[in-house]
């Protein structure tokens, strides 16, 4: 993986390092979540098991979650305020896309 050098405010570049166009100054490229479900453990640590654990994390406020204090954490605090039927469709959704052989 390439070094993606960062702005001194703490911000990354995004794909500008790269094309060094400045329309693409903090655009990045969205990953897929094609094929999530046989994907387990989450997140870059692997601390969840299941979609709906990551989907839980999210709508408590991602960002607010558990592990150490960063200073430049990038992840909104924000909670989603799904119910419990909207997370459970979801993970549902997610699901659907995942072709089964």
Do not use: C
């Not at 490229?29 to 046989?38: E, G, N, Q, S, V």
């Not at 640590?45 to 954490?73: C, H, K, M, R, W």
């Amino acid at each position: 993986m390439p070094f993606i050098p960062h702005l001194k405010s703490g911000t990354s570049l995004g794909l500008y390092w790269r094309s060094r166009e400045d329309p693409h100054k903090g655009m990045f490229k969205t990953p897929t979540i094609r094929y999530k479900a046989l994907t387990a453990p989450y997140m870059h640590n692997g601390i969840y098991g299941t979609l709906g654990e990551v989907v839980d994390f999210y709508n408590g406020g991602g960002g607010a979650g558990p592990g150490p204090e960063l200073a430049y954490q990038t992840l909104p605090f924000d909670k989603l305020k799904l119910s419990m039927e909207e997370q459970t469709a979801l993970v549902d959704f997610i699901m659907t896309l995942t072709d089964e052989p």
